[in-house]
């Protein structure tokens, strides 16, 4: 006898051994019981689901004579004719007869009666294969069938299906099949051909599956033909996959914005033969294998992985951070969609690589969080007095030499920054202010050196009125320095634009997320108690979005084209 396939050969012939669908078998054997069979039924759902067999199954079961549990007996005449092939079943492929002339043909032939059953099936596959010809010259049949005709029509596209046809059916919907059934199926299988296997190896294969009944077993399939006992190492090299040790290993690198590593891993699993799509999935099924172990208590049994692996992964998921994880994921899900167009896959990989481990290099919002993030936690690490870090760049071993420069605490200095005194319209910053330093460097040649008092003391307050807005955000940004250790803060402040509006002094920026994190309640206490000493009662930081180059060009153009007219932009 021929080698048939395991979906083939364990393809179920009763409603009994269905695999899931409950609700689609339940309708069906009531109406079966009830002699309320109808005359037109679509079976939409995922691939793999069960919708052809289901079909079948019905078929024989309306024409069975003495059904069992709504299933056909298997041993009355009629069902034994309609296993050994009659023509009261009739099985359509609708992407290969498509056309209007196949239609008109099953039209003329519906009219005769089913030769050994009480019922005429006529079963079409993909039927939204067919075309707008065909679909119009099986509508007058569906409309008024005979009485003895029964449509099954199966698809898994059922909106590219007329409405026409969609009202005439009875529709019932197939659902993906939930990873614990499909593992118990293939393990009864496994168990009927007497093949050893691993639990993790079985639910490597329910995974791959995908929720497809049809697809777990064609993987399986492959699976035990290359070796002798299923294991997890076995499954993973006979579906293409990459080293789950070296995946693990990229992965952290990811998360942990290593750059060099990152890259260098990239490199090192595509040299050894892996498929950059594969990769790419692989790594997108860590990072959901990550979060899950990040976010849930009962990660181990949900992933069902080795004891081994599972605890790299549980270490993984420890260290990162939640963001991270999420970014990486839009990142490389984004890259996978980008991979089936581009003519270089492996530049498009490696581009998604730096995006998520070199951070700096891109300027999203949650690229611009986690490096917050990871500066706040350095901050926080870091022993009280000592010397703020670079803002952004990385510790040595994750330093990049092709990063760009950022911007960084060595630019702020611990000791007061000089301002120019150009900068205060109104005349210099009062004695009491001014650092040693700085008075030693801004005073005149013949005025004596100002002895240091032994103590700063803090500024009398000015009313906001006697100066300008620059003047008062000036000193701010100095006491901020000399009394704040907090040196996110600082930076996003020092882009910050100040002007009077009434009372209020109003801190303008061109960046959403910097706008926003400073009204935080944190930073907006630090932000208040410094204004107070400065006598400035009320402020706020507000966004303001940048002007677009083409509206800046469109003014000057409506300005040089009426120039004997005021323009006025509101």
């Known amino acids: 006898m021929a080698h048939l396939s395991l979906y083939r050969k364990f393809r179920p012939d009763t409603f009994d051994k269905m695999v899931r669908q409950e609700h689609v078998v339940r309708i069906l054997k009531n109406q079966i019981e009830g002699n309320a069979v109808g005359h037109a039924y679509l079976f939409c759902g995922p691939r793999g689901t069960g919708k052809t067999s289901v079909a079948r199954i019905f078929a024989r079961a309306i024409n069975c004579e003495h059904p069992v549990n709504g299933s056909p007996c298997g041993v009355c005449p009629v069902c034994k004719a309609l296993a050994a092939g009659s023509l009261d079943i009739a099985e359509i492929d609708a992407a290969s007869n498509n056309g209007v002339a196949e239609m008109r043909d099953l039209r003329e032939k519906v009219q005769y009666p089913p030769v050994t059953g009480r019922y005429k099936v006529y079963i079409i596959d993909e039927v939204h294969m067919l075309t707008d010809s065909a679909f119009n010259a099986l509508l007058k049949t569906l409309e008024e069938p005979p009485a003895h005709a029964v449509f099954i029509l199966a698809t898994t596209e059922p909106h590219k299906i007329p409405a026409t046809i969609l009202s005439r059916c009875m529709r019932l919907d197939f659902k993906l099949i939930p990873q614990e059934d499909l593992e118990k199926h293939l393990k009864s299988i496994l168990r009927e051909i007497g093949k050893p296997y691993e639990d993790a190896a079985v639910s490597a294969i329910a995974r791959a599956g995908a929720g497809s009944d049809r697809d777990m077993l ?157 500066l706040e936690e350095r901050l926080s690490a870091a022993p009280a007095g000592a010397p703020a870090a670079p803002i952004s760049k990385p510790p040595a071993d994750e330093e990049q030499p092709s990063a760009p420069a950022e911007p960084s605490y060595e630019e702020y200095p611990e000791e007061e920054p000089v301002f120019e005194e150009a900068y205060f319209s109104d005349g210099p910053l009062s004695e009491p202010e001014r650092a040693p330093a700085q008075e030693a460097s801004a005073a005149p040649i013949s005025k004596p050196p100002v002895q240091e008092a032994p103590q700063k003391s803090v500024p009398a307050p000015v009313a906001p009125s006697q100066e300008s807005a620059e003047v008062v955000f000036g000193k701010f940004m100095r006491l901020l320095r000399r009394t704040s250790k907090n040196g996110v803060l600082f930076t996003m402040c020092s882009d910050l634009e100040a002007k009077y509006e009434g009372e209020t002094l109003a801190l303008y920026t061109q960046v959403e997320t910097i706008s926003r994190m400073l009204s935080s309640e944190a930073h907006r206490a630090v932000m208040a108690e410094i204004f107070a000493q400065l006598g400035v009662a009320d402020f706020a930081v507000k966004y303001a979005k940048a002007p677009r180059e083409e509206d800046k060009s469109g003014l000057e153009q409506l300005k040089r084209d009426f120039r004997d007219y005021p323009v006025e932009i509101k």
């Open 218 to 374: 064609s993987v399986a399939e492959t699976c035990i033909a290359y070796s002798h006992k299923l294991t997890y190492e076995s499954v993973t090299a006979a579906l293409g996959a990459a080293d789950f040790r070296e995946t693990c290993a990229l992965a952290d690198a990811l998360l942990r914005a290593d750059g060099g590593a990152a890259l260098a891993k990239t490199e090192q699993i595509l040299a050894e033969g892996k498929s950059v799509g594969v990769l790419c999935r692989d790594i997108l099924q860590l990072l959901n294998q990550i979060s899950v172990a990040k976010l849930c208590k009962n990660a181990e049994t949900l992933l069902s992985l080795p004891a081994e692996l599972f605890r790299t992964v549980a270490d993984i998921a420890a260290r990162a951070d939640g963001k991270a994880i999420l970014r990486a994921t839009e990142v490389f899900a984004k890259a996978e969609t980008e991979l089936r167009y581009v003519s270089s896959p492996r530049i498009c990989l490696e581009a998604a690589v730096m995006r998520v481990s070199v951070p700096e290099t891109d300027y999203d919002i949650d690229a611009l969080l986690a490096r917050v993030k990871r």
